[in-house]
């Protein structure tokens, strides 16, 4: 094979792969909602407690305040308490993403915090245990009323 021929099979190859690529590129990164960051999963530490984000199924993130800021955090509990002590805690804009208790391996459902259904009776990180779900369930609560439950806790 001369080397024309060569370059223009390599090229023509080059070009077929680039989409295909890409999309195998994609696979395994889960898309995250609009406003979120990555989190470095064993590194990032929660903004509340300290403690390593390692748990997929009960993280969470906040995105608010005076800058736009992100915040990561282990245990929806720790939110609740936290954001109980921002003075913007309660604004509207404020947006809260917490993942899915049902995350398995290395990926993560993410849902919007006020939006999920909370059901208790899980071992969380920092003991508050709720574990987030998307569609209502038998003694799953409101996010209002897991975020009360957990004040009460006082921990």
Known sequence: M???RFLQEATAAGLTLTPLAALLAACGHSALPDGM???KWGRDTCTRCSMALS????AAQVRGGPNDASFKFDDIGCVAVWLKA???GKDAATRIWVA???NHGDSVRWLEAKAAQYVGGKTSPMGYNFGAVAMAEAGAVD???MRQHVLAKGI
């Open 2 to 4: 001369d080397r024309r």
């Open 37 to 39: 960051v990555e989190v």
């Open 100 to 102: 899915d208790v049902s």
């Open 55 to 58: 748990d997929r199924r009960f």
């Open 86 to 88: 921002q003075p913007w």
């Open 143 to 145: 996010f209002d009323t």
